[in-house]
């Protein structure tokens, strides 16, 4: 199985020689899918935050035909990845809670493939990811957007506002730079500071939004958010920040102590539990999507809906849009199987009975 990422390799290695994809041929077919927040697309599949490490690698996976394209998070400030390792494949499992354990191999079947990623959310600094930016807004082909993920850092003893503030920063820049959509995330499994879980506090999420607002004017707005265990405070979130976002974008990663076969936490002591990818976690995104689904339409709320979380192959895409989802995102899977999006067009956008997108 190909792997563009390399995971034995330093995030600072796959950033500089990124990525991996020699003797990967794709056809991509031309297909149309309408607007996405007022910008024409190609298609509504896209490469949510993480695996498009810079302008190099957004650019190669846009030939791909993967058309909404987010530029993986930035900061404030630059910040190293953890230490190795920040990527492992995990064994099959059937269990939705309790440990993962990790495998020294993905398997055969792509289908079927969990990983477990523990980066820290790494960033260069604002000078090299702005000037980054630029060129792969540069570089984009017709139909496709881009996205720029952001996130604050905060400092000891800052509060809430200065928090608000520095996500503000990194999103006006990136709009300078030529975000097309600006997505906060406001959800990481693997850092331990305050913008790995804010999500969880919908008036805090609401204060970032609005000051988000203030700062990027008109540019669309997503919130990338983590898993909630109990519906009502998904319903509070979405209630909060509607008609000040102009969408969210769920499930970041779930949350789960990740092990060597042995019992050993895989990423250290540090970091007991990680970001959980892939097939584990699909059907736990799919449930989620639907009910923020039926939440924005019983309630008449203004959000778009993007989905993200463990999908791999064509049914998972099309579960997604029948959950509610008006894109669909791939965190993990384009890493080991970067022709998905040809084979989507192909077979589900080309199969559409009047030519156009199947799934909008
Ligand atoms: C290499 C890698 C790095 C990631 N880094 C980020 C990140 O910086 N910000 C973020 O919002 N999500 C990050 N994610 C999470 C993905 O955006 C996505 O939410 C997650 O992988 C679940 O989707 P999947 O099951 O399709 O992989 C990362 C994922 C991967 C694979």
């Given at each position: 199985?190909?792997?563009?990422?390399d995971i034995g390799r330093s995030w600072g290695h796959n950033y500089r020689a990124g990525p991996r994809l020699e003797g990967v041929e794709v056809r991509v077919p031309a297909t149309t899918a309408g607007r996405c927040f007022g910008y024409p697309v190609n298609s509504r599949l896209g490469i949510a935050a993480g695996l498009l490490l810079n302008s190099r690698w957004l650019l190669a996976y846009a030939r791909l035909g993967y058309d909404l394209l987010t530029y993986k998070t930035v900061r404030?400030?630059?910040?190293?990845?953890?230490?190795?390792?920040?990527?492992?494949?995990?064994a099959e499992t059937e269990s939705e809670t309790g440990p993962v354990y990790a495998a020294a191999n993905p398997g055969e079947d792509r289908s079927r493939v969990s990983?477990?990623?523990?980066?820290?959310?790494?960033?260069?600094?604002p000078v090299?990811?702005?000037?980054?930016?630029?060129?792969?807004r540069e570089g984009l082909l017709p139909g496709q957007v881009l996205i720029v993920s952001?996130?604050?850092s905060p400092q000891p003893g800052w509060d809430l506002r200065q928090i608000a503030e520095d996500y503000a920063r990194c999103a006006a820049w990136a709009v300078?730079?030529?975000?097309q959509i600006v997505e906060a995330n406001l959800s990481c499994p693997n850092v331990c500071s305050a913008e790995g879980s804010l999500y969880r506090d919908a008036e805090a999420s609401r204060i970032i939004a609005e000051t988000l607002r203030e700062r990027i004017g008109d540019c669309p707005l997503l919130l990338k958010i983590g898993h909630f265990s109990r519906r009502n405070a998904l319903d509070e979130f979405l209630r909060r920040v509607d008609r000040i976002a102009d969408g969210v974008t769920l499930v970041n990663g779930l949350t789960r102590p990740v092990l060597t076969q042995d019992g050993n936490p895989m990423f250290g002591e540090a970091c007991r539990t990680a970001g959980v990818l892939g097939r584990t976690i699909h059907p736990a995104a799919v449930d989620q999507v639907r009910q923020a689904g039926r939440t924005i339409r019983d309630e008449n709320l203004s959000l778009n809906l993007w989905a993200v979380g463990g999908a791999s192959a064509l049914p998972d895409i099309r579960d997604f849009f029948?959950?509610?989802?008006?894109?669909?995102?791939?965190?993990?899977?384009?890493?080991y199987h970067p022709a998905l999006a040809a084979e989507y067009k192909r077979k589900l956008i080309r199969n559409a009975p009047d030519g156009q997108a199947a799934e909008s």
């Amino acid at each position: 199985m190909i792997q563009t990422y390399d995971i034995g390799r330093s995030w600072g290695h796959n950033y500089r020689a990124g990525p991996r994809l020699e003797g990967v041929e794709v056809r991509v077919p031309a297909t149309t899918a309408g607007r996405c927040f007022g910008y024409p697309v190609n298609s509504r599949l896209g490469i949510a935050a993480g695996l498009l490490l810079n302008s190099r690698w957004l650019l190669a996976y846009a030939r791909l035909g993967y058309d909404l394209l987010t530029y993986k998070t930035v900061r404030s400030v630059a910040r190293p990845a953890h230490p190795l390792p920040n990527w492992v494949f995990l064994a099959e499992t059937e269990s939705e809670t309790g440990p993962v354990y990790a495998a020294a191999n993905p398997g055969e079947d792509r289908s079927r493939v969990s990983s477990s990623v523990c980066f820290g959310m790494p960033s260069v600094s604002p000078v090299d990811w702005r000037a980054d930016v630029a060129v792969a807004r540069e570089g984009l082909l017709p139909g496709q957007v881009l996205i720029v993920s952001v996130v604050a850092s905060p400092q000891p003893g800052w509060d809430l506002r200065q928090i608000a503030e520095d996500y503000a920063r990194c999103a006006a820049w990136a709009v300078a730079a030529g975000a097309q959509i600006v997505e906060a995330n406001l959800s990481c499994p693997n850092v331990c500071s305050a913008e790995g879980s804010l999500y969880r506090d919908a008036e805090a999420s609401r204060i970032i939004a609005e000051t988000l607002r203030e700062r990027i004017g008109d540019c669309p707005l997503l919130l990338k958010i983590g898993h909630f265990s109990r519906r009502n405070a998904l319903d509070e979130f979405l209630r909060r920040v509607d008609r000040i976002a102009d969408g969210v974008t769920l499930v970041n990663g779930l949350t789960r102590p990740v092990l060597t076969q042995d019992g050993n936490p895989m990423f250290g002591e540090a970091c007991r539990t990680a970001g959980v990818l892939g097939r584990t976690i699909h059907p736990a995104a799919v449930d989620q999507v639907r009910q923020a689904g039926r939440t924005i339409r019983d309630e008449n709320l203004s959000l778009n809906l993007w989905a993200v979380g463990g999908a791999s192959a064509l049914p998972d895409i099309r579960d997604f849009f029948s959950a509610g989802a008006q894109a669909v995102m791939l965190g993990s899977s384009p890493m080991y199987h970067p022709a998905l999006a040809a084979e989507y067009k192909r077979k589900l956008i080309r199969n559409a009975p009047d030519g156009q997108a199947a799934e909008s």
